[in-house]
């Protein structure tokens, strides 16, 4: 298996206020995407990938200009790879908000003329879902043959599939959730809490002012990061070893572990953009298609048209294999075409992302059936 090797980003304008959930809108955007493959000629073959928290539109390949900078599932997505780039065309598109080259907080507002900072809109899952409809669109694909995302990118393909529901022939929801526990809320919170705390974060106009709340963000990226492994990968990683093989009896890093979330911590606040860390977790809270049902989910899913594919993962205690067991009851209660597995994997959260055999023999079987019903290929 190949790597797909150079790609090249681009972007797509929009002058047309999107209206978002929370009651702003947001005008003259921009979203940021990468394709895959060849759209064959009756374009039946589009799968839409949806990021998580931390990654963008670059899903898969390299940069010409920087050639280590490997797409965050290039290992899943490449030619004859478990989402194989002969058969469809992968797009890969970055969210509003974002700090990878989509309208964001760190943009000039056309308003004002200044970075949006602080009056950047928050934004839902939802609202990039609609927004990823206009890319689509604009695309010339009027259905996609899957959309497929883990952890916050599943939850974005959960709601095409409510939205959009004449446009997605499969959906693929992957360590995910309907929605986030109130353990998984208060982790968000502490996270934003450090941000906010942060001398350097200047109420999120810090652009302003020539700073980057660091503190926050390592101290963010380091309880994010616990949540992300499981305590059995972090014992066999790090167990209790010490940097010296002595305690030094201070507040320093006695443990490799405290050493290897500091080195995340400081690697994340180099790249990523505070404001948009807020945005996104916020958007992870707030998601909850059954809230207007009254909390019933059974009704919230009731529209739903698409095949569906649901994979959990045994030692995910994030988003643990019952909130994609909920999911699936839901959508048996509505006679949906539903295909569950759990996977027993050592991983975590990130489970997702790491090559496991039975999981990456899982998806691609699923993505030989796609295959089968598109026909496979009235190519262009």
Known sequence: MDSIGIVSPQAMHFP??????????????????ETYGELNADKSNAVLVCHALNASHHVAGVYADAPGKVGWWDNMVGPGKTLDT???????VNNLGSCFGSTGPMHTNPN?????????PVVTVEDWVHAQARLIEALGIEQIAAVMGGSLGGMQALAWSILYPDRVKNCVVIAST????????AFNDV????ILTDPDFHGGDYYAHGVVPKRGLRVARMIGHITYLSNDVMGEKFG?????????????????????????GEKFSEYFDANTYLLITKALD?????????GDLTKALAGTKAKFLLVSFTTDWRFSPEC????????????????YAEIDAPHGHDAFLLDNERYHRLLRAYYDRIWDDIGQGRQA
């Open 112 to 120: 004002t003329g200044k970075p949006y900072g602080a009056d950047f």
């Open 178 to 185: 309907d929605k986030l526990s109130a353990q998984n809320i």
């Open 324 to 339: 994609s067991r909920v999911v699936a009851r839901a959508l048996v209660d509505n006679r949906r075409d539903v295909t």
């Open 286 to 294: 707030y998601f909850d298609p059954a809230a207007p049902y009254g």
């Open 16 to 33: 047309d206020p999107l209206p978002l959930q929370g009651g702003a809108t947001i005008s003259d955007y921009t979203l940021m995407y």
């Open 86 to 92: 002969n058969r469809f065309f992968v797009i890969g």
């Open 240 to 264: 209790r070893e010490l940097m010296s093989g002595e305690y030094h009896y201070d507040f320093g890093i006695d443990f490799e572990i405290e050493s290897y979330l500091r080195y995340q």
């Open 191 to 194: 996270a934003r809490q450090a």
